[in-house]
């Protein structure tokens, strides 16, 4: 089964920068698009962005232009470098594969942006 394990959350500033990693267990996702998600306090789990084997990212409005999204397929790593640091980013962020079936989801990162 694979593994999901996210780290790199934090006390963050606003307008200020953290850098999450996602490690995977195996190397499933050579082959599939992988995505972040976030989930805040008393809403739903959302999609942040994607990006495809191809290393082509996508990225949802509300972080357009601050986030990054990249991969190390020969590492098994995805990042998400996130820049310009709101307080409405503050969640939990989980990475997972884009499309579904997903694989169990890992106990995600805290991100807490404040002054």
């Known amino acids: 089964q694979v593994q999901l394990v996210e780290s790199g959350g934090g006390l963050g500033q606003p307008g200020g920068s953290l850098r999450l990693s996602c490690a995977v267990s195996?190397?499933?996702?050579?082959?599939?698009?992988m995505a972040w998600f976030r989930q805040a306090p008393g809403k739903q789990r959302e999609l942040v962005g994607s990006?495809?084997?191809?290393?082509?990212?996508k990225y949802t409005d509300s972080v357009k232009d601050r986030f990054t999204i990249s991969r190390d397929n020969a590492k098994n790593m995805v990042y998400l470098q996130m820049n310009s640091l709101k307080p409405e980013d503050t969640a939990v962020y989980y990475c997972?594969?884009?499309?579904?079936?997903?694989?169990?989801w890992g106990q995600g990162t805290q991100v807490t942006v404040s002054s």
């Open positions: 195996r190397s499933i996702f050579s082959t599939f698009a």
């Open positions: 990006i495809t084997p191809f290393n082509e990212p």
């Open positions: 997972n594969t884009l499309r579904t079936p997903r694989q169990p």
